[in-house]
């Protein structure tokens, strides 16, 4: 607000002479004041300076905005006051300060080689012969002057303008001193830092060429706090007059928030480490055996489009495998991590890749639709744990809405005969789907109509027959059926195996078993950037972790756990035939 200071106090001694008795009549007058002559002065300290240029205690790139609270009189108005850097150059910025809803006033910066320089110090308010005269002032010399030390500013001469009527140009002094008090280790609304505090003391005196009219000086004192990387965190503002009267009632700022680069300030630290992937993928599954995730990549991407990707989990490398068929989608993992079975949309077919070597075993196509003959495609794949190379599959079509055209069992390749739900003709809408722990049976879940319905089906020589449901919790976004040692999880809730009896409902929705016994990992809420940890037998919640602390328009779209200690997070994929675009893989104790 220094520029609305200055401007105040230019107001304020013009407002004094052309208000004062005395003056006018033009031409010269016997009783004339002598006007102040011309200097031109920059007295700078002795002494070694401070090289602090790393620490970057000036930032201000397009987009930083820092706010701040009102202090006055005792009274705290909180996040009042904001400064918004307006527009950039090629070496320099302007700053919008603006408190409440009043109008902004603007600082001009500009970076030169002696460190940051105002070109024009009272922002177009004075005229032009004093603004010439003043000229680009240092505000702020980097390296600092030494601690304690007063460097100082003085601009004398001609006003440029007649302000008492009396056809005589008045005259003018300005007077800037300032001191780098000293580096203070300050408190901030989150951690602290070593601040720069300047104290700096401007004075505008107004000269009247007449001497019926008196002298009149404004005096401003500011003391600013600047934090590495942050900017001004703190300042304190005064002005009086000549006589002492309150010019600017004392009032302090104190920052309260702000980005700087991109970056929110003041957010603390997420509960543990975070690997951000940019990668267009359509599903995700990890392989414990070795610590690594697979990634189906659509067609569309380019260069690695229609392969798989495989994810280090510990380092976040990424490779590709060849083609393996048209738009791969849903998997599933072999329990012993000998295969990889993918769903391949484009072609109607699922594929079986050995692994690690991703090379091709079988390929199988799926039925068409009884009613449309229409190719169908595999919206998810289960994989049995106690048959070797036995596999539901719940299929879908594209072109249909309700798509789902029941749940299909194959063995070593070979369809089976009996295909279990579909919406039509049974009205069985079945989307995800998982085996239970022995293999007898497999659960599907619809989320395709309203009813949320969870399935049971139980597993026999020929295919699968339906043979229990119960509604659930659920809702459309839910993308996972998951066996846990307490029964089939939907959501956020348990069913237990056999009569679907509800077992428990966790707080917070979009769980995923995490591989630790009885613990579940979820979404908090929207836009909080929050996983919890939940108990399987009390569904009380273990832990609170925050895994991005910064604003974000995204939530997880699903939730894929790893090894002990990391869950991978997909983001960007509103609807599950919806590519994701970003995988992070979180890491903490806390989800050990």
Known sequence: MRARHLRHLITLAAAAILTACGGGGGGSSPTARAPLPQLVSDTNPVGDRLDLRSRNYFPAAAGDSWTYDYIQSGVTTSNLVTRTVSSTTADGYTISERVGSGLPDTETYRRTAAGLAVPDFTDGSTPAAARTLIGELLMYPEPFYPTGATRSIVRQGDWGADADGDGINESFRLEITQQLVGLENMALPQGAAETARFRTVTALTLSPSSLANTPYTVTATEETWWAPGIGLVQADRTAVDSSNATVIAPYRLRIASGTVGGTTLFEPPPDGTVTKLTLTHNALVFDATRNRYYASIPGSVAGTGNSIATIDAATGAVSNSLAVGSEPFAMALAPDGSALYVGLNGSGEVVKLSLPGMTEQYRTRLPTSSYFARQLVAKSIAASPAEADVIAVSLFDPQSSPGSAGVALLRTGTLQPQIAGGFMPTGA??????????????????????????????????????????????????????????????GRSIYRDGDLALVGTSPYGSCRPLRVANRLVCVVNSGTGKLVTVDTTSFATVTVLTFNTAYRPDDPSQLVPGAAGQVAIRLGSNYRTQPATAIWLFNSPMLQ
């Open 429 to 490: 809408a079945i989307g995800p789907v998982a085996f239970n722990g022995t293999g007898a049976a497999v659960y599907g879940y619809d989320d395709e109509t309203s009813g949320y319905n969870l399935y049971a089906m139980s597993v026999r020589g020929d295919g699968l027959m339906m043979a229990n449901s119960t509604g659930t919790t659920g809702d459309f976004s839910l993308r996972d059926v998951d066996w846990t040692s307490r029964g089939i999880l939907i």
